[in-house]
């Protein structure tokens, strides 16, 4: 079982950068595949990315496409959610959450969560 913790979250202008880190803990973090959330008011928690255990495979929620990286370093058991170009829609609580075997977009899929960053991106 491993347990996360996020950060990196901000305030941040329209156009700018920030990186999400999830730190975990547990001998077995590459047995996981990681997933990364947002959460607006009043709206449901929605996919953003995800990358396999290996860290090879990711996938990504189209509206983030050519703008957000996911990475992960197994050996210092990180994850990272690079955020360019910022928009106001991207306004949200972030988490990040894990789970053992593929990458799945459904948050029902996920059994452990982060207690979640939040990014707001506003002038």
């Known amino acids: 079982q491993v347990q996360l913790v996020e950060s990196g979250g901000g305030l941040v202008q329209p156009g700018g950068t920030l990186r999400l880190v999830c730190a975990a803990s547990g001998r077995t973090f590459s047995s996981y595949a990681l997933g990364w959330f947002r959460q607006a008011p009043g709206e449901a928690r929605q996919f953003v990315a995800a990358i396999s255990r290996s860290g090879g495979p990711t996938d990504y929620v189209d509206s983030v496409k050519g703008r957000f990286t996911i990475s992960r370093d197994n050996a210092q058991n990180l994850a990272y959610l690079q955020m360019n170009s910022l928009k106001p829609e991207d306004t949200a609580v972030y988490y990040c959450?894990?789970?053992?075997?593929?990458?799945?977009?459904?948050?029902?899929?996920?059994?452990?969560w982060g207690q979640g960053t939040q990014v707001t991106v506003s002038s």
């Open positions: 959450a894990a789970r053992p075997g593929l990458t799945r977009r459904r948050p029902e899929e996920y059994g452990t």
